[in-house]
């Protein structure tokens, strides 16, 4: 079997399956048992009708012994099956649940930088869609590759011991079925790609005009719209009929050589059994198995294009669960405690790609208590800082330590405990608002969750919600405003109030009444803490201790309100412009 | 449905002449059995080797006329589906166009998505499979039974029991699972939202440490979906067991009550097999015609989804009217909005007018009415009361193309299409020459960048414009807006990602491009509206305020509330504490 997919997948997989090894084992031989008995039954029912050869001629005894056989091997057969299909479900989901669970934990420890660089609909396609097509491929691989084959072998032992020369007939014609089937699937593959290829662009054409309709109305742009999206919908006519009609050839086609099997098997039948050299009851037993035989053979390679497919998404699983993950924590990692709140950047690098340099021999020396406010138009890459401090990146060269220790040198878990963290960006996850805002402190009391609530001004709206505390919220945060998720946000942190803040003040799309809520908690907050404030408001700015200013992903100027007015440089232009007009 | 199917007429012939074919094909199948009973009771019984050869060759030859037969029925099932599906997408995409952006709003672009593609698909699917098999199935079974008849009528009578027992089994475990099948959907729906909320949270969870909680939550659910997806399997699991009993002991059955019809001679040999070929023929086209059930009932509820969009109307009476000279430029009379489905008016009585060539501020906080007062210009809602009048004339009465001529719109979303930037900006006028597309960069403060591209005007736009940046962007919509010389130029929150000196400058070349354009400019910041010639100030769908900005500050609490949130010269929050809730 041929495929693009790593070889080791393969290997990965049989591990995996290795796990379960007595559930396969009773699988393989009720599978076996099954196959037995089903191509033993068409043999018995032949002895049946040998016995009933014409008027007067019939064995009644014999038949009924027969079939008593028939109905006991059914019932066998029956069971076999049943027990082989639950021992598949069960290996194929349990293995499934241990991939997803690997690629989960994997998720969790998998450094930021590649988090970021991978979109996330396709981690979360790895996760969900990958695995499902993987177990349909896995299951059908059970449950269908070991009968197939069993009956093949199984059938062609029976008929060589019944008739050889008939079934050498089988055996040459059969392939002829096989070479249909891949010929028109070879064929086929093609038109199927045409077909996805346009519509995935037709697709891509909708998603843009009905998705920005107002700006298609506001231009009177429906008709030219119209014109182009039935030039597009012609092209996908023209490739979709053809992959319709070229893939529903490969049941006729099929069928055709089935039946011309059948018809041989029919004429070289009856003429051995005019010689006496086959009896009648031997005779419609082989036709059964000539209807029977090719269908393992169209199955299998059903499964083999299925299971090529499941490799090639296990392959995608896998370089998931074994993407390297973060910098592992030195053995004697210091656990740090209660920080005093200082703050050292010492000569640091950094960029996020190695040919484009953005942070360059950047020093500065917080001490506790002290703010820094970083500044600079949209997209100056403020929050590189950010990912910085909190150890969502590391630095390529330099230092930061936190109370004097080198922030690769204590644990990720205690140097986040240290600081909170409210960004503009809110996220809330799926759950209560209760689940939110304990988030950073599980074992909260009521009492001490209602108080840090009432400390940054959210207690008010949350006690209207329909559930109060328990009201569910989406990720999305359904129907609260922005400026009520970035109070839930800042309450999460209020309620554990650690030494260190890293806040990012919200530009718009916050009505005033509300903004002003917030810089009230963000000030109730920041008394006597090392705080690092992504600013926007002059207010917060000009009583900073240190404003980094920055461009283009570049810390341009350093220094608070008065001493940057007074070199007029960066710093003094956006100054004015904000400000002065 | 009736009027669903009544796009399928331009199909008739192919939706007649492709199961008529099939059909055919089936009559053939069913000839198999009888041949082959010939073959054992004249052929054989007979020791006539001519007989034996013309039935095989019969039998190939009904093969092969049932194969011709069943490929050109795909043919016509295929272009009809294929065809229907093409005529469904073009008239569900121009109804969609023609739906008011408050109809289209209300159902939701991924709704409407969803419905063009996958739902047309389902249907194209369903369809295809119905003009093949529907028939198909039922007259195999049937007609099966009735040979049956035709060979024995007492030995038919076990047909009629068997029939029913197999559907019975078969539609009931399928009755089972389906529910239990939807609930393992709705499983896998959570996990896949858990996987991705670990994904975008991932900054937040890590910052508080939250990382094991989650891979607890999700490995929870992930047990509880698979034990959900064995329990489904195990009853799933029965049907080919159960199916394969039931066919059999019906089989001995079969063989012992044709024992006793041949001892007595009322039956032959030859017979026998034949009936058992028919049984055996039952079991597979129940089979199939269980899973078509299933794909035909998706194929129908989304029929049903498609046509409640194409029933819907476009929820607005068009007029042709072109507007008076000599009258204000825009005028609101005591408008009113309540949005479809809302409880509350989202705009009350709002009344002023703008002259040509004056500059128009809103400002407000979120939901305070802003965006409404622009959706109503170019009449993407319609006034609940009061009215909207451009050039002295209600917006009601125009051709919504003529007043759309009018307005050059930037919506707050900066959206470009896929294409180039001149295609980009011929949007908005077909005719535009290249100088008038550069004079409309350059008035957008774009000229530069746009200059500094491969390709100038020619320069490739991504789909929603992702290759260039947000403030580009926004520059970019501003020159669409800008291209097609409008008489009112709305700008909503269009310079929000512009930095502020970029903004003041768009705004100073926009009023020295053309004075007599009138210029609505909605912002959240006061420095984007403060040198308009009247500023309406917004508070909860009210005016709480209209005049120029020195009047405000002196008579409008609301305006100074957000100038000094803005502009405010003492220290951050301290001085609001009086507006707390």
Sequence with gaps: MKNKANPGTFAKIMKRVRGHWL?????????????????????????????????????????????????????????????????????????????????????????????????????????????????????????????????????????????????????????????????????????????????????????????????????????????????????????????????????????????????????????????????????????????????????????????????????????????????????????????????????????????????????????????????????????????????????????????????????????????????????????????????????????????????????????????GYDTPITESGGGLSQGQKQLLCITRVMLCLPPMLILDEATSSIDTRTEILIQNAFARMMEGRTSFIVAHRLSTIRTADIILVMRDGHIVEQGNHEQLLAKNGFYAEIYNAQFME | MKTLFSYLKKYRKEAILGPLFKLLEASFELLIPLVVANIIDVGIAGADEGIIIRDAVLMAALGLIGMLFSITAQYFSAKAAVGLAATLRHELFSHIQSLSYSKAQTIGTSTLLTRITSDINQVQTGLNLALRLLLRSPFIVFGAMIMAFTVNVKAALIFVVTIPLLALVIFGIMKVTTPLYKKVQSKLDGLLRMTRQNLTGVRVIRAFNNEEKELADFESGNEAYTQMQQHVGRISALMNPLTYMIINAATAVLIYYGALRVNVGELTQGQVVALVNYMSQILVELIKFANLIVTISKGMASAGRIQDILQMESGMDILEKTGKSGTACLEFDHVSLTYPNAGAESLTDIHFSVGHGETLGVIGGTGSGKSSVVNLIPRFFDATAGSVRVDGEDVREYGPEVLRAKIGIVPQKAVLFKGTIRSNLQMADPDADEAAMWEALRIAQAEGFVREKKGGLDAEVAQEGRNFSGGQRQRLTIARALTRRPEILILDDSASALDYMTDANLRRAIRQADPDMTVVIVSQRTASVRFADRILVLDDGRAVGLGTHDELMKSCPVYREIYDSQFRKENGGKGAAGHEE
């Excluded at chain 1, 490739?239 to 099997?261: D, E, I, M, Q």
């Excluded at chain 1, 890459?381 to 922030?407: P, S, W």
Aim: glycine letters at 6%; one cysteine or more; hydrophobic letters at 45%.
């Design chain 1, 23 to 467: 559930l396969l084992a009773v699988s393989i031989l009720c599978a076996a048992a099954n196959v037995f008995l089903a191509l033993y039954i068409p043999v018995v029912n032949g002895r049946a009708i040998d016995y009933i050869i014409g008027e007067g001629r019939v064995d009644l005894p014999a038949v009924i012994d027969t079939l008593t056989v028939v109905c006991v091997c059914a019932g066998l057969a029956a069971a076999a099956q049943w027990v082989m299909n639950i021992c598949n479900n069960r290996m194929t989901f349990e293995i499934v649940r241990d991939l997803r669970n690997d690629a989960l934990r994997k998720i969790e420890i998998l450094p930021l930088s590649y988090l970021d660089s991978h979109p996330h609909g396709e981690i979360v396609s790895r996760v969900i869609a990958d695995v499902d097509q993987f177990a349909d491929g896995l299951l059908m691989g059970f449950s269908q590759l070991f009968s197939g084959i069993l009956t093949i072998l199984g059938t062609l032992v029976v008929m060589f011991s019944v008739n050889w020369q008939i079934a050498l007939l089988v055996v040459f014609i059969t392939p002829l079925s096989l070479f249909v089937a891949s010929f028109i699937a070879r064929h086929t593959f093609d038109m199927f790609k045409l077909q996805s290829e346009t519509r995935g662009e037709q697709t891509a054409y909708m998603e843009e005009m009905i998705g920005n309709s107002e700006v298609v109305k506001a231009f009177s742009y429906e008709k030219q719209s119209l014109e182009k999206f039935d030039e597009i919908n012609e092209r996908v006519k023209k490739y979709s009929l053809r992959a319709t009609f070229y893939s529903s050839l490969t049941n006729p086609g099929t069928r055709f050589v089935n039946n011309l099997v059948y018809a041989a098997v029919a004429l070289a039948g009856a003429l051995s059994a005019l010689r006496g050299r086959l009896s009648v009851g031997q005779l419609t037993a082989f036709l059964s198995y000539a209807n029977q035989y090719t269908k393992p053979f169209n199955e299998i390679s059903g499964v083999i294009t299925e299971f090529q497919n499941a490799l090639a998404c296990a392959g995608r699983i896998f370089e998931l669960i074994e993407a390297e993950p973060q910098t592992p924590e030195p053995e004697d990692a210091v656990v740090l405690g209660e920080a005093g709140g200082s703050v050292d950047v010492d000569h640091v690098w950094f960029s996020y790609v190695p040919d484009q340099k953005l942070i360059e021999d950047f020093s500065i020396s917080v001490k506790p208590g002290q703010r820094v406010a970083i500044v600079g138009p949209t997209g100056c890459g403020k929050t590189t800082i950010i990912n910085l401090l909190m150890r969502f990146y590391d630095v390529d060269k330099g230092a930061i330590q936190v109370t004097g220790h080198d922030i690769r040198e204590v644990t990720r878990r205690s140097l986040r405990e240290n600081y909170g963290m409210v960004l503009q960006e809110t996220w809330l996850k799926n759950g209560t608002i209760r689940e939110n805002l304990c988030m950073g402190k599980p074992d909260a009391s009521e009492e001490e969750m209602i108080a840090a609530a009432k400390a940054a001004h959210a207690h008010s709206f949350i006690r209207r919600l329909p559930q």
